[in-house]
């Protein structure tokens, strides 16, 4: 053992100390998360330092709790930023819960198919009557209207244990939306039509009551507000998994995130002249707007065919937020085009901080309301 060696700890003392297995370390190495202060250079062996003691120690409670290795590696570069670490919990957290719901949800499922003669089990909620109207709203225009696809003729209704998930998509957009609330009885879900749903948001729109009460069974949804009942029968479809899909697709940490002004980019995207170019897809054609960065790292309109537009977002300094972005490149590194009806929707009325997360020109982008990590819109980006 050399002098410098002598002030290192081993691989198999840092396992020791930190819940690792020796094997586990040399994978995180190999993944460049948890890189030996010194490798020799004829036995390969690994070397750490006292230093690497706690790193190791949070890499190894990530790991117990089914973190994935892109947040492990992300949160060993924010630990000592606090609120990106809570970021990263707390969205590590959201997804074991749902998987946990989705699990109730399909054992529910499955008993009913063991034995359909069984007592039918409601459940039963009260909801806020505007949260829920809002929610509706931030939904309804990801419903597809292909009439082959009558599986997305809908909007998915999850109950979960304290409140519901409203979900919509037609393949090009998905929308998703939460309300808490006072639920009593499993978690459940229906699928509820198109007709249905609108007929809802119209009754959400009573006076009289400040709440909506909600019955969900497995063939029938009922929703009273103001002393009127309306009930829908849920279509026969199993919805796609949404979460499958935001995983795939999404993945667990954007390359970017941008906030930006709701009301500027809107306002920009509205504007007279704003620089489009036009696509065609199955026989509609649509207009297509481009989005890129600053040299500040905050959120502009450029040119689809690679002009630079004038002035940031809707021209107004810092409309973007200050916070800039969150990933690597300069202003040049990212340039991603949208259809631009779709954007608008995906906005909602445009009011607020929101936030864009992307990977890149050919991968789905999100957008999220800064104050809701449950309320956002996914999109597909259009090739130029």
Request: aromatic fraction near 4%; glycine fraction near 10%; proline fraction near 6%.
């Amino acid at each position: 053992m050399t002098a410098v060696e002598s002030e290192l700890r081993s691989i198999g003392e840092l396992a020791r100390a930190s819940g690792l297995t020796v094997s586990a370390l040399r994978f995180y190495d190999r993944s460049g998360v948890l890189a030996p202060a010194r490798v020799d250079p004829v036995t390969g062996y690994r070397w750490y330092t006292e230093e690497q003691v706690d790193p190791a120690r949070l890499v190894a409670g990530l790991r117990r709790v089914g973190m994935p290795l892109a947040g492990i590696a992300e949160a060993l570069r924010n630990r000592h930023r606090p609120a990106e670490m809570r970021r990263l919990l707390d969205a590590h957290l959201r997804r074991l819960e749902d998987g946990l719901a989705d699990a109730r949800r399909e054992l529910s499922r499955i008993r009913s198919l063991i034995d359909p003669e069984e007592t039918i089990v409601t459940t039963r909620l009260v909801l806020s009557r505007t949260d829920l109207a809002a929610a509706v709203d931030a939904v309804r225009f990801a419903v597809g209207a292909d009439p082959g696809l009558p599986v997305l003729s809908g909007v998915l209704v999850e109950v979960e244990p304290d409140g519901v998930r409203l979900v919509a998509t037609d393949r090009h957009r998905l929308a998703v939306a939460r309300v808490g609330g006072t639920v009593d009885g499993p978690p459940v879900s229906a699928l509820l039509p198109v007709a249905a749903v609108d007929e809802l948001r119209a009754l959400l729109d009573l006076d009289g009551a400040d709440s909506a009460e909600v019955v969900v069974a497995t063939d029938r949804v009922t929703v009273t507000v103001a002393g009127r009942p309306l009930t829908a029968v849920p279509l026969p479809y199993d919805f796609p998994d949404y979460r499958r899909l935001l995983r795939a697709q999404l993945g667990d940490v954007p390359t970017y995130r941008i906030p930006f002004d709701g009301a500027a980019l809107r306002a920009a995207l509205t504007a007279d002249g704003v620089p489009v170019c036009h696509r065609a897809h199955e026989g509609v054609e649509h207009e297509v707007v481009a989005l890129g960065l600053d040299g500040r790292g905050e959120l502009r309109l450029v040119d689809p065919n690679g002009v630079v537009a004038a002035g940031g977002v809707a021209g107004v300094e810092g409309a973007a937020g200050a916070a800039g972005a969150v990933g690597a490149g300069g202003p040049d590194a990212l340039r991603v085009a949208v259809n631009r009806e779709y954007l608008l929707d995906a906005l909602g009325s445009g009011d607020g901080q929101l936030v864009l997360e992307l990977d890149g020109p050919i991968a789905p982008l999100a957008v999220r309301r800064a104050d809701d990590a449950h309320a956002f819109s996914v999109l597909m980006p259009v090739r130029l």
